[in-house]
């Protein structure tokens, strides 16, 4: 059976199948640059970084450094390995969500129209720029087909960069609860991240962009099944229902959809296979985020720890394959490229903060609802800019999905008016 497996991916990774894109009838991708090896380039550079820091951890546990150690080093290894046990004079008490009953209701309203446009400017945004910067070629002109540019983990890079810029900003200029986590404790999170940002640009190169969105919407199956063997968590029969109903939604707009302008079954098996891979990775992510936040931590502290993680991975990595150079020459040679991956850090960056604002004002579900109609959006936007085609079938489906999202926000919504415990399905941390 796991033969059969990994013939499926070694056959969706075949160059001679695997080269999505504008232009099928050119020169054959080279071996070293297909998704499956560059994934494992990509897995080997950051476990030349989790392994010796795995080593040192355990070491550092066995030789029982917090008792014996000494030295300047002594507070690095502490705040790294074994993290500061809260102290109660210092602690900052997070302060629940303040129900808005002194405002006015205009006043709440603007507050509400501000964070909803927010959110759907800083998303649908990075949404339209991420299709544009791996889907389209730069520098094209009347006689020069242009180039493009393939090195997602570059993307990846910029985005975590400014996202750690902004958090450490906001860290220092608003007091923050007293950390008390191990810092090695973020790399698991931020491992999974990475790996899960990589998987959904790279998926880009071989599905259109209406079906990654449908598939990010469906990893709430994913992530309950996740949630069932990290977390050992229980779930609702209306949580089963509306799993089922989502899948039933994503298969009939996959099976319905006709074939994108140059594509083949392999290229669309080997974005079926990433978009695994992103959402398998990123049910990860949130349910390990959701087990760190019993120290107690902010949401900014937990941005600032997964981005400052993923810095490491992924300038390691790059730097050890050369790529780090390679993606500045081509800002250079691309001045509306470089624009772009800088636009898409921003709102990647601003989106994170309108949630934890939007959240804090008016909760999680509302969030969600705003969170789900910016989906719809994003497929009707990249349908009107990028020519992608959606049948009725392939509509009514999409409909389904949207449907059953909306659903759980009101099951959800019910369930805390009589007062009964939520289980949380995924964080509100890092979701680009």
Same mark, same amino acid.
């Given at each position: ?15 001679? $199948? ?17 998704? @499956?090896?560059?994934?494992? =380039? ?13 080593? $040192? ?24 390995? @074994? ?44 949404? =339209? ?31 975590? =960069? ?23 404790? &973020?790399? +698991?999170?931020?491992?999974?991240? =990475? ?13 259109? *962009? ?12 994913? /992530? ?10 229980? &779930? ?16 009939? @707009? ?29 049910? *990860? ?7 760190? +936040? ?11 720890? /997964? ?11 790059? %730097? ?41 004002? *008016? ?13 719809? @959006?994003?497929? $009707?936007?990249?349908? %009107? ?12 489906? /999409? ?6 999202? %909306? ?26």
């Amino acid at each position: 059976m796991d033969a059969r497996w990994w013939a499926v991916v070694l056959l969706a990774a075949l160059p001679s $199948l695997g080269a999505g894109g504008e232009n099928p009838e050119g020169p054959l991708e080279s071996w070293t640059q297909l998704w @499956f090896f560059r994934f494992l =380039v990509n897995a080997a550079g950051y476990a030349s970084f989790m392994v010796p820091g795995y080593l $040192l951890v355990q070491y550092f546990r066995r030789k029982n450094y917090l008792e014996t150690g000494r030295g300047l080093c002594f507070p690095l290894v502490k705040t790294c390995v @074994f993290g500061n046990e809260p102290k109660a004079p210092d602690e900052v008490p997070l302060v629940p969500r303040a129900e808005p009953a002194e405002t006015s209701p205009t006043w709440q309203a603007l507050k509400l129209l501000f964070c909803a446009a927010g959110l759907q400017v800083s998303y649908l945004t990075w949404g =339209v720029l991420q299709e544009r910067v791996m889907t389209r070629s730069y520098g094209a002109t009347a006689t020069l087909p242009g180039e493009r540019f393939s090195d997602s983990q570059f993307l990846v890079l910029m985005n975590r =960069v400014l996202a750690l810029m902004v958090a450490g900003l906001y860290c220092i200029l608003c007091k923050q609860p007293r950390h008390g986590a191990p810092m090695y404790r &973020y790399s +698991f999170a931020s491992l999974s991240n =990475v790996l899960s940002s990589w998987c959904q640009y790279e998926a880009l190169k071989f599905v259109s *962009f209406p079906t990654q969105v449908l598939a990010k919407a469906s990893k709430v199956i994913p /992530v309950m099944l996740m949630g069932k063997l990290v977390s050992r968590r229980s &779930y609702e029969h209306w949580e089963y229902l509306t799993a089922g109903l989502i899948s039933i939604g994503v298969s009939m @707009f996959l099976l319905s959809s006709g074939p994108e302008p140059h594509s083949s079954p392999a290229t669309t098996l080997s974005g079926l296979i990433l978009l695994a891979g992103y959402i398998a990775f990123d049910s *990860f992510t949130s349910n390990w985020q959701d087990a760190l +936040f019993a120290y107690k931590m902010s949401s900014v502290q937990m941005m600032f720890g /997964v981005n400052c993680f993923s810095c490491l991975f992924t300038v390691g990595s790059l %730097l050890e394959q050369g790529a780090l150079l390679e993606g500045i020459r081509f800002m250079g040679r691309h001045s509306e490229f470089a624009a772009h991956t800088l636009l898409l850090s921003i709102c990647s960056a601003c989106g994170q903060l309108f949630i934890f604002y939007t959240i804090g004002q *008016f909760g999680a579900a509302v969030f969600t609802i705003i969170m789900t109609l910016r989906q719809a @959006f994003a497929i $009707l936007l990249s349908c %009107l800019l990028y020519g992608h085609t959606v049948t009725v079938v392939g509509g009514l489906g /999409v409909a389904v999905v949207f449907a059953a999202l %909306l659903l759980r926000v009101y099951a959800r919504g019910r369930l805390k008016q009589r007062g009964k415990k939520v289980v949380p399905v995924e964080s509100s941390v890092q979701k680009v």
